[in-house]
């Protein structure tokens, strides 16, 4: 096996089961609605009781990966992924429909945890942050394909239609196990056992990095569902707009992201890019409120101004915060420290829609203004924090923390 093989190996899972995920998200909701008979309210009732369950499940399945085996247990969990969307298209109540969801939001959070412990035990640590930012935009490449198959599924509009997508997603799944399982063993960290079962929410100063990035990722929550709301509620721009910027963030991403991780390699480079990248969201913010009351074409320009600011944030703060989670996180415990970094996305996901909507679709003009501060702030005190938690880790392990400090 050739030293890139591992590489291609990760790459490849990625892909699989982005392509099942783009599917999935382009038509799940309807499926739901429209197939199963949920109202929508219950629907997202159900979601949100799922991901919350998902992401207290992170750091233990993250814990379970350290002390078992990273590649055992993602393989485990892709095949419980797999399952739980395949046990979607059996559900017909509302209380099955929550247990599913919670059963597969929480293999979700397992399996991100997982693998990137899979990926620090098989890459070097100067390799790793390049190497997320090519899974990164392989991820882009992938959900844009998966969104294509949705959209046919959608334009049948047929139940069996909806139901081919649920076996393409779980097949991903089938098939992302598959090539783990084909990876090099990653042995146990041998995790030492802790007085409390808090585990890493004891190591503060990583709870803190991991607190202020999820601030950073409430940027999550805009393209999917807060700018659809203010470009057809607040400006006169054409709805089409929506999928436009769609397209535009997934290929910026797919096409930069691994060229805007390459000057990030340690510390002090990886909490300049979050830095940079919250002025750069201010800015985005800053500028997405002025296509309000202004004319068709205007709008749709000072929009797409804004939406590749936005992009440009999401780039390089991906890549700083993709680089502290592991330089911060011991040798023998990754699994459980990317089980905690990960829940940002999953609290991102879950509070941010409810608080995005009310602050900006509601507020408007001082919303944005007071959500590019809150992105300012954070992305600010990421670097204190990262280096209060790097010195805390250089004194438990000299030895290794020393590389945290490489630029």
């Keep these: 096996m050739t030293k890139s093989s591992p590489q291609r190996l990760l790459a490849l899972a990625q892909l699989s089961n982005s392509v099942g995920d783009g599917a999935y998200y382009t038509t799940s909701a309807l499926y739901f609605t429209q197939v199963i008979g949920l109202a929508p309210a219950r629907v997202g009732l159900g979601l949100t009781v799922g991901w919350a369950v998902g992401s207290l499940a992170g750091v233990p399945l993250g814990r379970l990966a350290d002390r078992r085996g990273a590649r055992g247990t993602a393989v485990l969990l892709a095949l419980a ?16 429909f929550v247990l599913v969801a919670c059963g597969y939001a929480a293999a979700q959070s397992g399996l991100a945890a997982a693998r990137q412990a899979l990926l620090a035990g098989l890459v070097p640590a100067g390799e790793r942050t390049r190497l997320l930012a090519r899974l990164q935009a392989t991820l882009n490449a992938g959900l844009a394909v998966g969104a294509g198959l949705g959209g046919l599924a959608l334009h049948a509009g047929t139940r069996a239609a909806y139901l081919g997508v649920f076996v393409v997603d779980a097949v991903s799944f089938l098939v992302c196990a598959l090539l783990l399982a084909g990876l090099p063993r990653v042995a146990p960290g041998g995790v030492r056992p802790r007085g409390s079962g808090l585990g890493v929410l004891r190591d503060r ?3 803190l990095v991991a607190l202020l990035n999820t601030v950073l990722l409430l940027r999550l929550p805009l393209l999917s569902l807060v700018l659809p709301l203010w470009i057809t509620e607040r400006t006169g721009a054409p ?5 436009a910027l769609f397209v535009l963030n997934t290929a910026a991403v797919t096409a930069f992201q691994v060229r805007a991780a390459r000057g990030v390699t340690g510390l002090e480079s990886a909490t ?12 985005a913010c800053a500028v997405f409120p002025l296509s309000a009351g202004a004319s068709p074409w205007v709008a749709a320009g000072v929009l797409v101004l804004g939406a590749v600011l936005q992009v440009a944030a999401e780039m390089g703060q991906s890549a700083g915060s993709w680089q502290l989670s592991f330089d911060l996180a011991p040798a023998d415990r990754v699994g459980e420290y990317q089980g905690l970094f990960g829940t940002g996305v999953t609290v991102a996901r879950t509070l941010g829609p409810l608080a995005l909507t009310w602050l900006l679709i509601e507020w408007g003009t001082p919303g944005w203004l007071m959500l590019g501060a809150a992105m300012v702030t954070a992305s600010h005190a990421m670097g204190p924090a990262a280096r209060r938690a790097a010195a805390d880790r250089e004194r438990e392990h000299p030895a290794t923390s020393r590389l945290a400090r490489t630029n």
């Design 272 to 283: 300049r890019a979050v830095r940079r990248s919250g002025w750069v969201m201010c800015a």
């Design 239 to 243: 709805a089409w707009l929506v999928s």
């Design 81 to 96: 992924t797999g399952l739980a969307v395949a046990s979607f298209t059996l559900v017909r109540g509302f209380v099955p």
């Design 205 to 207: 100063p990583y709870a």
